[in-house]
């Protein structure tokens, strides 16, 4: 299971590198994820001090630290 969250972790990191900041559902779309594979990964990812996530009107945005 780790190993399926660290490479998540490093498709979702990839995709913020080329796109810059985006929403969740955005991310979403773009990682074809599952809502709980995005979600491992972002955490994976924030524990690290990789990504800084921000709300702004109720929608969660995600960019690389």
Do not use: C, H, P
């Amino acid at each position: 299971m780790l190993e399926k969250i660290g490479t998540n972790a490093g498709k979702v990191w990839t995709l913020l590198d080329e796109a810059g900041t985006q929403n969740v559902k955005d991310l979403k779309k773009s990682s074809k994820l599952t809502d709980k594979d995005l979600y491992a990964a972002l955490g994976w990812l924030a524990r690290e001090g990789k990504v800084t996530l921000t709300e702004d009107e109720k929608e969660l945005f995600v960019a690389l630290a």
